[in-house]
C-alpha cells in the first residue's frame, strides 16, 4: 500500500479515535478509569457528590494527586470557569463530566502515535504501516482514550522510548543528550505507578550502555550520572510536597485555605507528615492478602491469557520469535557491547530484534510476579509490539485476522462490557433534573445490583443536595438484596420518593423474588456482565435483548407486597 494511502488510513482511524470518544464509548472497561482521576477530582474542584476510594483517603494515601489534577482537575476546572463566567451556563453535565477528561487523554493519546512515527526509522519498521497497525489497534481505540493511570504510564514509557533511542547523521548510535528529561520522566513515571520501573527497565539499561564507552573512564561515567541526582530528587520532591499538602489537608478547599498562610505555616504542615505515595503503594501491594482482596490470579495468566485479549495475534508472533530466540539469550550481552561500539548493523537487523523483544517481555515477566493480573496493566507494551511487528512485516499477512480481531475488541469494550450503566447514570442524571424535579424536588434512592461500582459524579449532585441516596449492592447474593431493598422499602413513606432498581437483565429475576412490584421499566441497550453473563440459550430466545440489557426499575409504592 502506497504511503500516501496509509497516510490516509491513519487520518480516518484517528477521527474515529477522537470521533468515538465525543459520541461517547458506552462501554465500562474497570471501575478505576473513574475512581483513579475524573471522580475524586469532580469531588474537590466542581464540589459534586463522589465516592473517594480508598487510595485517596489520608489514612492510605496510595496514589499521588498530581497526575489527576493536570488531567482531569484541569478539563473540569476549565468547565466550572466556562460556567461561573456565564460562557455556557449549563456546560456541567453528565456528558461533559464523562467526556472532557476522556477527550483530554484522547489528545494526549497521539504522543503514542508521534512516537512510533519517530522509533520506526530507528527499528527498520515502515512509520506508516507501525501507525497504522497502532492506530487501528482496540487497545489504542478503547484503554488509551480512557482514564487509566495505566493510558499515563504508556505515554510515558513511549516518552522514555523516544528519549533514549537516537541517532547521528550518518546513521550511527548517539548518545542521548536528553539526560535529565530521562531522568524526569522515570521519577514521574515511577510517583503515577511504581509498576512503571517495570517497563523503564530496559529502556534505562540501554541508556546506560550508550553513556557507557571504552574511551570513557569508569569516573567520568559515574559522574555524568551523579550529576542527575539533583534532578531526581528535585522532581521527587515536587510530588512529595504536592501530595503532603492535599493529603494533609485533605482535599483541594482546604489545601487552598493552607496556601493562603505564611511560609512557616506551610512547612509546618508538611512536617506533620511526610506522604510518599509509591511507597505507600509498594507497601500494600507486596502484601499477598492484600492482591487476594482484588483477585488473585495464575503467574501466566498475562502471557496466555491477558496478551492474547488485548493484542490478539500479535502476541503470539512475539512468543513464537521469543522461543525461537531463546538459544542465543547468551549472546545478547555481547551484541549489545558491539553495538555501542559502533556496529548498528548487529541488533537491528538481527533476527528478531532482541532488544526490541526485551522491551516488551522483561516487562511482561515483572508483572506476572505478582499474583493480581489485569489485561489494562499490559497496555504500554503496544509500543514495541507494534515496531516488532512491522519491522520486518511479521504482521502483514495476518492482516484479516488483525482486523477482525480488533473489530470485534472495539465493539466488545467499546459498547458492550458494562455498556448499559454510563447511559443509565446520563438518563438517571436528565431525570433528576428536568424542569419538573427542580420546580418539586422529590427524594431519590438509586440502587444498583451486579453492576460495575457507579460514579456517582456523573450523576451531578451537589454535596449540599441530600435528598439523592446511591446504594451500590455489587454482586450481594439475593438474600442480601432482598434484606437492603425491603427495609429500604419500608422507609418508603414520603409522597415525593422515587425508589429505583438498576439490575443487568440476567439476574432480573432474582428482584421479582424480593415480592416488591415495579410501575416503571426502562431497558438500556447494550450491557454485557461478564459477572452474570447470559446464558446462550436465552440470546436465540424472543427476550434475548433483555438477556444483554440493564434494567432500570421504579418501584410502585401504591402496589408494594412487602
Not at 285 to 310: C, D, K, Q, W, Y
Not at 423 to 434: A, G, I, N, R, T
Request: overall charge neutral; some cysteine.
Amino acid at each position: 500500500m502506497a504511503a500516501a494511502a496509509l497516510w490516509a488510513l491513519w487520518a480516518l482511524l484517528a477521527a474515529l479515535r477522537v470521533g468515538w470518544c465525543l459520541l461517547p464509548q458506552a462501554g465500562y472497561l474497570h471501575p478505576d478509569e473513574f475512581f483513579q482521576a475524573p471522580e475524586v477530582m469532580a469531588g474537590d474542584i466542581l464540589n459534586l457528590q463522589v465516592y473517594y476510594p480508598w487510595e485517596f483517603l489520608s489514612s492510605s494515601p496510595c496514589r499521588t494527586v498530581v497526575f489527576p489534577l493536570m488531567t482531569s482537575g484541569v478539563t473540569y476546572w476549565v468547565i466550572k470557569c466556562l460556567q461561573q463566567l456565564d460562557v455556557w451556563s449549563s456546560c456541567i453535565n453528565s456528558y461533559t463530566l464523562l467526556v472532557s477528561p476522556r477527550l483530554f487523554f484522547t489528545i494526549f493519546s497521539f504522543i503514542l502515535d508521534y512516537s512510533v512515527y519517530r522509533l520506526a526509522p530507528f527499528w527498520e519498521a515502515d512509520p506508516w504501516k507501525a501507525l497504522v497497525l497502532l492506530a487501528g489497534s482496540h487497545v489504542t481505540l478503547v484503554f488509551y482514550t480512557r482514564t487509566f493511570t495505566n493510558t499515563l504510564e504508556g505515554l510515558l514509557f513511549a516518552l522514555l522510548m523516544v528519549l533514549v533511542s537516537s541517532r547521528r547523521s550518518d546513521g550511527s548510535l548517539a548518545e542521548p543528550t536528553s539526560s535529565h528529561l530521562i531522568v524526569i520522566v522515570t521519577v514521574a513515571g515511577f510517583f503515577n505507578r511504581p509498576t512503571f520501573l517495570a517497563f523503564a527497565l530496559m529502556p534505562l539499561l540501554y541508556w546506560v550502555g550508550l553513556n557507557i564507552d571504552s574511551q570513557k573512564s569508569i569516573k567520568i561515567v559515574i559522574n555524568h550520572f551523579l550529576k542527575l541526582v539533583p534532578c531526581a530528587c528535585f522532581t521527587a520532591i515536587f510530588f512529595i510536597t504536592a501530595d503532603t499538602l492535599y493529603f494533609t489537608s485533605m482535599g483541594l478547599d482546604n489545601l487552598y485555605s493552607v496556601e493562603k498562610n505564611s511560609l512557616f505555616d506551610i512547612i509546618a504542615q508538611l512536617n506533620q507528615k511526610i506522604v510518599v505515595t509509591p511507597l505507600n503503594f509498594l507497601r500494600y501491594n507486596l502484601n499477598p492478602h492484600n492482591l487476594a482482596e482484588h483477585g488473585s490470579h495464575p503467574r501466566v495468566t498475562h502471557f496466555m491469557v491477558n496478551g492474547i485479549m488485548l493484542f490478539g495475534i500479535l502476541h503470539i508472533l512475539a512468543i513464537g520469535a521469543g522461543c525461537k530466540m531463546l538459544k542465543k539469550c547468551i549472546y545478547i550481552l555481547p551484541q549489545v557491547k558491539s553495538y555501542y561500539h559502533g556496529s548498528s548493523r548487529i541488533l537491528v537487523h538481527s533476527e528478531g530484534n532482541p532488544i526490541l523483544l526485551s522491551f516488551y517481555f522483561v516487562p511482561l515477566a515483572f508483572l506476572s510476579l505478582f499474583s493480581h493480573q489485569e489485561p489494562r496493566f499490559l497496555i504500554p507494551l503496544i509500543l514495541p509490539l507494534v515496531l516488532f511487528s512491522t519491522s520486518q512485516n511479521r504482521a502483514i499477512k495476518w492482516k484479516p485476522v488483525i482486523i477482525i480481531f480488533n473489530v470485534l475488541g472495539a465493539l466488545l469494550f467499546g459498547c458492550l462490557h458494562q455498556g448499559g450503566l454510563i447511559p443509565c447514570l446520563f438518563h438517571l442524571e436528565q431525570l433528576m433534573h428536568s424542569p419538573e424535579s427542580s420546580n418539586h424536588p422529590g427524594h431519590y434512592i438509586l440502587l444498583f445490583a451486579h453492576t460495575y461500582m457507579p460514579p456517582r459524579s456523573l450523576l451531578n449532585i451537589k454535596k449540599r443536595d441530600t435528598h439523592i441516596e446511591v446504594i451500590d449492592m455489587a454482586g450481594s447474593e439475593e438474600e442480601t438484596l432482598c434484606q437492603t431493598v425491603g427495609q429500604q422499602t419500608n422507609n418508603f413513606t414520603c409522597n415525593d420518593c422515587h425508589f429505583f432498581v438498576i439490575i443487568p437483565g440476567t439476574v432480573r429475576a432474582t428482584i421479582t423474588k424480593c415480592g416488591v412490584s415495579f410501575k416503571n421499566e426502562t431497558l438500556i441497550f447494550p450491557h454485557l456482565s461478564m459477572e452474570d453473563p447470559p446464558q446462550i440459550s436465552f440470546l436465540f430466545s424472543e427476550n434475548w435483548r433483555s438477556q444483554l440489557g440493564l434494567y432500570i426499575l421504579q418501584l410502585d409504592r401504591d402496589q408494594q407486597s412487602l
